[in-house]
């Protein structure tokens, strides 16, 4: 087309070039690349991650879950650099056969229980320990209403939105502006229901939260996708600010935030508190 329109072929095919900056990672197949065995700690809880929005839910509810007494909760946390490819090493994929971080090895049992969707994991550790899911009918309905509010909505901000406001070859003013809307829509629903109430799913503090924070904490400490807090004004939503503040001075919050990833102020892997007391700031 002399506009330089794309239009599309009639039977799509891959051009591996044209994959951005994930070109290297980007396949249309699934299945591993490589034989690489996944290391193996002591703890019960063996999480393969990596300190992204979606990693950070569960190393959260980790730490909760150890602030509140659990024991039971301790875990190796290793960590799986995507960029590298490590997501589609062979013992990674048997655990997910999706390549995708977080995913957790629970040898707590008789036999080792594999899960992988953050979502998944966070309702498996929560029913574990009984706890940050309310038990009553109505207060569990409303927390597994936000915590899958939750999945369904992060792939409109993060591979909508900022794949196309931060990582995609050129600005295009259209999918900015598609996904810019609809990540601002997201933000008014949760700032509504926080108007409503101090949680997600009530008064009671659950995995909803931990689950949303993990992806709303970055605007509201203005790491999120460059100056993104600021175009998407992230700070005009005051209820979602109030209920952001509250999270973030959880230790439990700040403790599990810093896992699995390279850099100062992270802890590259997880296997004692050591781990993390050690890159805490003072
Ligand atoms: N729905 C999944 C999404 C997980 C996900 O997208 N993980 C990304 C990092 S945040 C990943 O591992 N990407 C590697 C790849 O796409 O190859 C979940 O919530 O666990």
Known sequence: MSNGEYVPPKVWSWDSENGGQFAKLNRPVAGATHEKALPRGDHPLQLYSLGTPNGQKVTILLEELLAAGHAGAEYDA???????GDQFGSG??????NSKIPALLDCSGPEPIRVFESGAIMLHL???????????????????????????????????????????????EYPINRYAMETKRLFDVADRRLGESRYLAGEDYS?????????????YRD????????????????????????????PGVQRGRRVNRDGEGW???????????????A
């Not at 790491?223 to 952001?244: H, I, V």
């Not at 802890?267 to 700031?281: F, L, V, Y």
């Open 78 to 84: 290793w960590l799986i650099r995507i960029m590298d």
């Open 92 to 97: 990674f994929v048997s655990i997910n056969p």
């Open 126 to 172: 929560a029913e574990k320990f009984g706890a940050f899911v309310p038990r009553d009918a109505q207060g569990r309905a409303e927390c597994l209403s936000w915590l899958f509010w939750q999945m369904g909505s992060a792939p409109m901000i993060g591979a909508g939105f900022g794949h196309f406001y931060a990582y995609a070859p050129e600005k295009m």
């Open 207 to 219: 995995i909803a939260d931990m689950a949303v924070y993990g992806w709303f904490g970055g605007f």
């Open 223 to 250: 790491e999120a996708y460059g100056d993104a807090a600021t175009f998407l004004d992230f700070a005009s939503y005051k209820n979602l600010n109030r209920w952001a503040g509250e999270l973030e001075s959880r």
């Open 267 to 281: 802890a590259p892997e997880r296997h004692s508190a050591a781990d993390i007391d050690a890159i805490m700031p």
